[in-house]
């Protein structure tokens, strides 16, 4: 009888842990049936309770901004022998003058362009300048060498001039010559663009000879008179060149001499006679 008590105490025991086991829950949905979760138990809810759903907490990912490695340029090591390129450095821009009076010679821009170089034809030396022409006294051949110029003011350093082959106006002569050395200076007006245009008037100082001769009998006596003079003469010249390139130019205009005095070792018989003034046109280069 005592067994048999025992054994049956043990079976309750067992049941009572069974249930008690089979009651604990976490929430809701680990009840059976219309069961409900209080305090860890599952118990049948109260009249005018309602039921409550499972509240699962939604599980919401972490937003984790991306990771971007930083992108650096390759490392190339320098070849030996070889200096490494210095970086490109933009060129600055061409400066702009603004609009003005182009001046001759200089660089300068009209409104909205680029400035431009002008050729001047200005104040250049000037080598050698040759001329042929023809006038009073016959043919000419004049020769202007080592020409200084500048903007108002030009300096021909040497000046040779010779012709001859008529009377130069007077019918009392057969023939006239003339050969003469000298120096001019000059005022020149630039004309056009870069002073392609110029005009000169100059005036100079000469010596040499200026003779006319004619072969007449006087007093019996048939000879060569002639009437002569040494200088110095008065030079004159006016003048068109114009400018084909820097330094090539064509000439033409006047040259002239005035004589002032006579020298007369076998003159012609007659007092205070002057050989006649020379005028000439002529035409030529200069470079």
Same mark, same amino acid.
Not at 76 to 84: C, D
């Given at each position: ?48 309770? +309602? %039921? &409550? *759903? $499972?509240?699962?907490? !939604?599980? @919401? /990912? #972490? =937003?984790?901004? +991306? %990771? &971007? *490695? $930083?992108?650096?340029? !390759?490392? @190339? /090591? #320098? =070849?030996?022998?070889?200096?490494? *390129?210095?970086?490109?450095? !933009?060129?600055? /821009? ?14 300068? /821009? ?178």
């Amino acid at each position: 009888m005592q067994k048999a008590t025992c054994s049956i105490s043990l079976a309750l025991a067992a049941f009572l842990g069974f249930l008690s086991s089979a009651a604990a829950c976490d929430n809701d949905a680990d009840c059976k049936g219309d069961r409900i979760c209080r305090n860890s138990e599952c118990v049948f809810p109260q009249p005018n309770e +309602p %039921t &409550v *759903a $499972p509240t699962i907490a !939604p599980t @919401i /990912a #972490p =937003t984790v901004a +991306p %990771t &971007v *490695a $930083p992108t650096v340029a !390759p490392m @190339i /090591a #320098p =070849t030996p022998g070889i200096a490494p *390129a210095a970086p490109a450095v !933009p060129a600055p /821009a061409a400066a702009v003058k603004p609009a003005e009076e182009p001046v001759l010679g200089d660089t300068y /821009a009209m409104a909205g362009e680029p400035a431009v170089a002008e050729v001047s034809y200005v104040g250049n030396f000037e080598w050698v300048s040759a001329r042929l022409g023809g006038g009073s006294y016959g043919a000419l051949l004049s020769v202007s060498a080592f020409t200084l110029r500048w903007r108002w003011f030009y300096w021909s350093i040497l000046n040779i001039a010779g012709g001859g082959g008529v009377n130069g106006g007077n019918d009392k002569f057969d023939m006239g010559y003339f050969g003469k050395a000298g120096t001019r200076v000059g005022l020149p007006i630039h004309l056009g663009q870069g002073g392609r245009h110029e005009i000169r008037g100059g005036v100079g100082i000469s010596g040499g000879i200026v003779q006319l001769e004619v072969y007449r009998t006087w007093w019996q006596e048939s000879k060569m008179w002639y009437c002569t003079s040494h200088g110095p003469f008065l030079d004159v010249e006016l003048m068109y060149q114009f400018h084909i390139f820097r330094h090539f130019s064509i000439v033409a205009g006047y040259e002239g001499t005035f004589v002032f005095t006579e020298a007369n070792d076998n003159g012609y018989p007659q007092d205070n006679w002057l050989p006649q003034n020379i005028h000439s046109a002529f035409i030529g280069i200069a470079i």
